[in-house]
Each structure stands twice: as C-alpha cells, then as structure tokens.
C-alpha cells in the first residue's frame, strides 16, 4: 500500500456490491483513514443475482441478499450513509455535495453507481401491472403478483426475461415472451445457445414471440377506478392478454453524475485498466464502467455479478495505489428450472465463427465453447460443475485449439 495519511477520505458514491467489495479491500489493505459509503437506496448493500432467483421463485427471503449486516460496517468503521443521493461533484475541491445539503471531502472517489433499467416508451409503460426487476423492492412486488398471475408476459429474451418467465411458471402462470430476435439471448450466446434455451422453456410450457416487439400494454379500469394492465400488443398487431406484465430489455449506466462533472462518458464511465477515470483521483467500478481490458485489448463494459465483486475489489486496492491492473474474466450464471449454466469470455463486436459442444445437448449437460479462429473466446458449463477455472484458463491462453479433441469429453480440458 503506498504511503497514504489517517486523515486521507476515500469516498464510494453507490452502496452496491462493487461500492462495498471496495471498502472491503481499503480496510483489508490497512487503510486507516476515512471510508465514506453513500448509496441512494435506503436498503443496506445488497447483491442483485438472488432477486431473479431465489427471492424471485419464494425460496428466499429478500434479506438473503444483503452484503453485511448494519453492525458489520460500525465495525469497519464505514461512514455507511443510505437513502441519500449524490448531487454533483466539485473537483477543483474535491467535494461531493449530497441532496440532504451535506458534502464530503474526498481525496480518492470511487463511483459505482450502477445502472438502471431502459423502460420502453409506449404508451401503457407506466400501468399498474407492469414490473420491472432491479431492485429488492421490484422482486419482492414481482414475487406478490406472481402469486395470483394468470397470464404473464415477459417482454425481452435476456437473462432477467427468460429467469421472470421460469419464476412466472414455476408460480403456475400462462407464460409468453415476446421478443424482437430470433432467439432468445441471442446478443449474449448466438442463435446455437440461444435455441438451446428456447426448448428449455417450450419445454416447461412457455411460448415465444420471436421478431416482434411490444408496442403497447394497453389497459382495463378496475371497480375501483383505476387502470391496470390488460394486455400487451405487439409489433404485428397481435393482443396478448396478460394481467402481470415483466419488462426486461436491458439497463443504462448510471453516468449523469460523472457526465456533469466533466468525466469522459462513453457508453458508460471510461477508465483505463486500473480503474481511473480521465480526472486520476476518480475511479469507476462495476455496471457502470466501461473500462479497458488488457485481456481483450479494447474497452469493454460488463454488467454482471462477477465484474462489480471483483472490480470493485480491485478498485479499493488500486485506489491505494496498487501497481496491478484489472483485467477481471467477465463472467456470469443463470439458474432456470432445473437447469443451471456458468459462462465465462465475450463474444465482443467481433462475434465469433463457431460453437464447438463437448458433452449431451439434448441431456442439457454439456460444455460449449466459442471459436474466432483457433481460439476460444467464451465457455459455458452447463449442468456440469467445478470447470470454470479449466475453462477460464483456457481463454486466456489465446492457444489455437484443436476442435476434435475440445469436442472429446475424454480429453482433460486442462491437456487443451
């Protein structure tokens, strides 16, 4: 840890799983000064993963989610101050002014603010029915009116669509989701993987709408007056009737803070590879930055699990001044009925050339791997288990494979 003063104050301005893993490692690197822990949310820090599974299924109750307990950030001695949001940012002072009038000194700041979800502009996008999933509140309300849904539909084939849509059924409900590609998932796997999870579903009883979109969630009056959802209508004119609406076509990042205070913003908070923003005593971590990769030598922005708990672990330590660079493995899982997937790599804007499968498609045990070239860029294990690090390993070598032997299951991954 570099030379760094009791009176120095490191500010993390987002309490979400990249903002804590932050404060965690300046106090695990011995950082004895000020860390300050501003989230807009009055929940304590929480992870995102369960609201879509268990907390979403009612396996799980919501608090399952939260990082520590209150008691746990008094011991840490973390300023942890919750329902208050960040203003703007003074950098010639280094102040940050919050809504309730008080500011904070920073020598360090570290903004993980996060992403929220892209609400469709239609008209009916704000009718009683109609759900979104990002926040504890949003599944705990998703989970209520799964309870007495008869019909839903899931707009967007992603991965909170297609884990609302296997809750929804789980629960007992008609589902449909409708969907403007050819597959579902389709951006993150391709159509090969993505077909692989439209059987799973059509398996369990939901239908798909492939290449269209919602247009419209269009209403009923209540006995009591007021609206609520009625039925979404789709791109081809179809109504799909429905009484729980799930909206699920993506987040935004979170950059109106660091875009009025003069940041380079560019489909997120750009920083290089050690996490520093274009001002080098502002950090950015998790969904919300778009950070360079020396693994894939260029920018990239990921928004899942794996990146915000170790990003923002290795932002509290390059804070300090750490010499390493992060150059994290995006990484994620999914859990739908009885299926349950690891993906490690990305696809990126070069997209890939072939989907070579070692193990039983159509059991739904089997590992899949994406090749540019010779070369795998992605893997995924599913239903088969402790793999990743095989898998991982073998993305970055960047060795040229053989497809024949990556295929064989006899072949240990590790001899790849």
């Known amino acids: 840890m570099a030379a760094t003063s009791d009176t120095s104050s490191y500010v993390i301005i987002g309490a979400s799983l990249a903002g804590v893993r932050a404060?965690?490692?300046?106090?695990?690197?011995?950082?004895?000064?000020?860390?300050?822990?501003?989230?807009?949310?009055?929940?304590?820090?929480?992870?995102?993963?369960?609201?879509?599974?268990?907390?979403?299924?009612?396996?799980?109750?919501?608090?399952?989610?939260?990082?520590h307990e209150r008691e746990w950030y008094d011991e840490q001695r973390i300023d942890l101050r919750l329902g208050v949001r960040a203003q703007c940012i003074d950098r010639e002072s280094r102040e940050v002014q919050l809504a309730d009038g008080s500011g904070v000194h920073y020598d360090r700041l570290l903004l993980t603010t996060g992403a929220s979800v892209r609400r469709p502009r239609i008209p009916g996008a704000d009718l009683d029915g109609v759900h979104y999933l990002r926040t504890i509140a949003d599944s705990t309300s998703l989970r209520k009116a799964f309870a007495s849904a008869q019909r839903v539909v899931v707009v967007g084939a992603g991965w909170i669509g297609l884990e609302a849509a296997a809750a929804a059924r789980t629960a007992g409900a008609e589902v449909t989701v409708v969907e403007p590609l050819a597959t579902p998932l389709h951006a993150s796997l391709g159509p090969e993987m993505g077909e692989v999870f439209a059987e799973l579903h059509r398996a369990h009883g939901v239908a798909f709408r492939f290449g269209q979109s919602a247009v419209e969630f269009r209403a009923k009056v209540s006995s009591g007056g007021g609206s609520t959802?009625?039925?979404?209508?789709?791109?081809?004119?179809?109504?799909?009737?429905?009484?729980?609406?799930?909206?699920?076509?993506?987040?935004?990042?979170?950059?109106?803070?660091?875009?009025?205070?003069?940041?380079?913003?560019?489909?997120?908070?750009?920083?290089?590879?050690?996490?520093?923003?274009?001002?080098?005593?502002?950090?950015?971590?998790?969904?919300?930055?778009?950070?360079?990769?020396?693994?894939?030598?260029?920018?990239?922005?990921?928004?899942?699990?794996?990146?915000?708990?170790?990003?923002g672990a290795a932002a509290g330590r390059l804070m300090l001044d750490a010499?390493?660079?992060?150059?994290?493995?995006?990484?994620?899982?999914?859990?739908?009925?009885?299926?349950?997937?690891?993906?490690?790599?990305?696809?990126?804007?070069?997209?890939?050339?072939?989907?070579?499968?070692?193990?039983?498609l159509q059991a739904r045990e089997f590992l899949a791997f994406w090749l540019r070239g010779e070369r795998v860029v992605a893997?995924?294990?599913?239903?088969?288990?402790?793999?990743?690090?095989?898998?991982?390993?073998?993305?970055?070598?960047?060795?040229?494979?053989?497809r024949a032997r990556l295929a064989d299951p006899g072949v240990p991954l590790g001899d790849l």
């Open 229 to 311: 959802v009625a039925a979404v209508v789709t791109s081809d004119g179809n109504e799909i009737p429905a009484d729980v609406v799930v909206v699920g076509v993506g987040v935004i990042p979170n950059v109106e803070l660091a875009q009025a205070a003069g940041l380079e913003v560019s489909n997120g908070i750009v920083t290089d590879a050690k996490l520093r923003t274009s001002d080098p005593n502002i950090y950015a971590a998790g969904d919300v930055a778009r950070r360079y990769s020396p693994l894939f030598g260029r920018s990239v922005r990921v928004e899942h699990w794996a990146n915000a708990y170790d990003g």
């Open 323 to 360: 010499q390493a660079e992060y150059d994290g493995m995006p990484f994620f899982y999914s859990d739908q009925y009885d299926l349950g997937m690891e993906f490690a790599g990305d696809i990126g804007p070069d997209g890939y050339d072939e989907v070579v499968v070692r193990g039983d």
């Open 23 to 67: 404060a965690e490692a300046l106090r695990a690197e011995g950082f004895s000064g000020d860390v300050i822990l501003v989230g807009e949310e009055s929940e304590l820090p929480y992870e995102r993963p369960p609201l879509s599974k268990g907390v979403l299924l009612g396996n799980d109750e919501p608090k399952v989610a939260y990082l």
């Open 379 to 402: 893997g995924m294990n599913v239903n088969i288990w402790d793999v990743q690090d095989d898998i991982q390993a073998l993305i970055r070598s960047g060795k040229q494979v053989d």
